[in-house]
Structure formats: C-alpha cells, structure tokens
C-alpha cells in the first residue's frame, strides 16, 4: 500500500466537502462488536418500529456489502446553517432543509472512489449513504469522527452532531485511526427534553415513542402521539445538546442551504398545497419519502 494512502484520501474527502473524515479497519474492534449486540437489542425490543428493513443481517457484518472489505472511510457532511425558520411555523427538521443528502454524499463518495482507483488501480470500493445497510454512527465512531450520545446522535468535538454520514468501503488496507472517545460526560439534557419520551434510556432511541419516525416513516392515517409543532423529522435532542449550541458551524455549502418554503410556509398554506405542489417542493429532497398525504396528515394532527 502506498504509504500515506488513507491521509491522502482523507485530505480528497476534505476537498470534496466533507467537514469530517476518518478511517476504520474492518472488522473493527469490541466497541463495535458491543454496537452490534446493541442493535440486535433494539430490534428483540421492538424498537425499530415499523422499520422491517433494520433487520438486514447485512447491517451487522459490513464485509457483506463489500466481500473483501478490509477498510472503511467515514465521512461527516456538516448542513447546519445559520437560518432559522419563522416562529409559529410547523416545524421541519433541518437534515431535510437542502438538497438530498443521499445524493450530495453518494456523488461525492463515487468521485472519491474514482480517486482511489487512480491510485490503486485494481482497488475495490462501494458507497454506503444510509440507505446501504451499515450501522453508520457506530462505523463512524470506529473512524474517530465523533461518540454515539445519549441523544443517539453521533457527536463531533468540532462539528458537533449537524453531520450527515457516508461511508466508502475498500478492500485496501489503509491506516486506521483511533476511534472517538464519548464526551456526555455527567449531561443528560437530551433526556427529558424528548417530549415523548422516546429516550427513556440513555443512548437508545425508541422510535414508536419518536416523533421523526412517526413524522417521516409511519405510513398509518392517523398517529399515536402529539407531534410538538414537528411535521417533518424533530430536532429537539440535538437542539438542546450544549455540543451544539458551542461547535455547530453554518456551512456554506450550496446544497445544505434551505429552501425558501421551508423557513417560511405556514400551515394554512401548506393545507392548500395539492400533491403536484408538494412533488414541486421536494424535488431532490431528502423529506420525499414524506408522501403529501402524509404532510396533510401530520399538518392535521398539530391540531
Ligand atoms: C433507523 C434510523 C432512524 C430511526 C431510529 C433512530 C435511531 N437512533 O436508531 C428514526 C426514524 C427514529 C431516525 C431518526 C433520526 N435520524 Co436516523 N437513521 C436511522 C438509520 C437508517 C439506522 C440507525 C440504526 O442502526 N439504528 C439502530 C440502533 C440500534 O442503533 P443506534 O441508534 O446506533 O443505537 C444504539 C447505539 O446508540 C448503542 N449505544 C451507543 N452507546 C451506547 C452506550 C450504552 C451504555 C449502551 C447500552 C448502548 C449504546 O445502543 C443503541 C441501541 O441499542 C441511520 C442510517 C444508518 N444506515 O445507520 C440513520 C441516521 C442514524 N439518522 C440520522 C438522522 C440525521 C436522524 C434524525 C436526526 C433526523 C431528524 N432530525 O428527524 C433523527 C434523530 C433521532 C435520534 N434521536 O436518534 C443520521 C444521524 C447522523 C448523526 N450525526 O448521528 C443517520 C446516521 C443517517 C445518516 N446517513 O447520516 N433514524
Ligand atoms: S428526535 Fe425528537 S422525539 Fe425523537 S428522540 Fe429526539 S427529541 Fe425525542
Ligand atoms: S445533550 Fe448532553 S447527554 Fe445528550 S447527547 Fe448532548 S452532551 Fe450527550
């Protein structure tokens, strides 16, 4: 292997737009083994919800999607912005205000890939956004760019945790770093700030109590619990986090910037809106898995 491979790719990753890059050694150490028994806890106690697709067994063993897999690069795409949306409006999570970042991430991995291949021309690599089933916060806390909190947010020292994740898998092996150290410390603001107690134990999120995931993924006409103003994910345990309120820092980047509809559109308008307007409105966005008669639907349930 070349040497200084990974610091190279890391710098790329940097100049392709991520804020944060890091690099993880397959098939990662205890910790993750502990993240994996953690996730198989999860699922035994219901709390994915509806989620059916979290049980891909491929989510617990990352050579499954790159057989020969030997490295990960993490990567943090950083979409806080500085705006904020009119008071009294509903509310829309902010990883939904730019363009969708399962596409700004993917296309911005495959470049780096491409890179790869330049260097190492009989390499092999697959770009994992999400919807790829990795366990993505604990892949990226295996590559040092921040701990799991107790919101079940991965948090940055720099960044705090307005960063969205990607990962590039490899069959080189690049140098590792170190993994995150977690950095909760005594806090625990995240906790009670939940107002459906979706965080009834500290680093697990429960999402049949979760407003982002009655918000965005359940597909029933009516929903079991109040939204708090929320029509579109929920911000409100990364909103209180102090990492936040001290590291967050506006991007300037041009696909995290919001849509004008966002920041100002009351419920009243968006009552109005007719299924073209909302197919218009979140062209290229991450909130179209929200159908429009799911907008309507949530819209109606703020009351
Ligand atoms: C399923 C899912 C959801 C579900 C479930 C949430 C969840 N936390 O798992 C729902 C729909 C609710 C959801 C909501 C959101 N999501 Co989401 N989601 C995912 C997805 C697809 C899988 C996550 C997963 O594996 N969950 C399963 C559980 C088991 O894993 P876990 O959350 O990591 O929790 C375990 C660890 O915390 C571990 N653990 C860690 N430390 C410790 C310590 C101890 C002592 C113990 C016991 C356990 C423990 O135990 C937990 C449970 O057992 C990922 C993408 C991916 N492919 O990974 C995005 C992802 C996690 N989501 C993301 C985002 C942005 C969100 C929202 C902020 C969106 C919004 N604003 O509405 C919210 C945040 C809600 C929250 N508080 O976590 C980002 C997070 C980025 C980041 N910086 O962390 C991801 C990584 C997508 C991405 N590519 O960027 N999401
Ligand atoms: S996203 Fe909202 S509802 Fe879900 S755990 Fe965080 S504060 Fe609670
Ligand atoms: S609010 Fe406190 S406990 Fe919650 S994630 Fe942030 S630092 Fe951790």
Not at 74 to 80: I, K, M, Q, S, T
Request: hydrophobic fraction near 35%; charge should be positive; include cysteine.
């Amino acid at each position: 292997m070349p040497a200084g491979l990974a610091t190279r790719l890391k710098a790329q990753a940097l100049s392709e737009g991520f804020a944060i890059a890091g690099v993880a050694r397959l098939p990662g150490g205890e910790r993750l083994r502990m993240r994996t028994a953690a996730l198989q806890r999860w699922l035994e106690q219901d709390h994915q919800a509806g989620m059916a697709w979290m049980h891909d067994p491929r989510r617990q063993d990352a050579t499954a999607l790159l057989p020969g897999a030997r490295s990960v690069l993490a990567v943090g795409l950083n979409y806080y912005v500085s705006d904020q949306q009119k008071p009294g409006i509903p509310r829309i999570a902010r990883y939904g205000w730019g363009r969708d970042y399962h596409r700004v991430i993917d296309q911005r991995l495959r470049r780096l890939g491409r890179w790869l291949d330049q260097q190492q021309p009989d390499c092999r690599w697959r770009a994992c956004v999400d919807s790829a089933p990795l366990m993505d916060k604990s892949w990226a806390e295996e590559a040092g760019l921040g701990w799991i909190g107790k919101n079940g947010n991965l948090i940055s020292t720099s960044h705090g945790s307005w960063l969205l994740l990607g990962h590039l898998l490899t069959d080189l092996e690049l140098e590792p770093d170190e993994p995150a150290k977690p950095f909760c410390g005594s806090c625990s603001r995240c906790l009670p700030a939940c107002p459906t107690n979706a965080l009834n134990e500290p680093f697990v999120v429960d999402s049949r109590r979760c407003i982002a995931f009655h918000t965005i993924e359940n597909r029933d006409p009516s929903l079991p619990l109040p939204l708090h103003d929320w029509i579109a994910g929920c911000d409100i345990c990364q909103e209180v986090c102090p990492w936040n309120e001290q590291h967050a820092r506006p991007s300037s980047d041009p696909e995290v910037q919001p849509r004008p509809w966002i920041l100002s559109s009351t419920k009243s308008e968006m009552m109005t809106w007719s299924d073209a307007d909302w197919s218009e409105k979140l062209r290229a966005s991450a909130l179209r898995r929200i159908k429009p008669w799911m907008w309507r639907r949530n819209l109606r349930h703020l009351g």
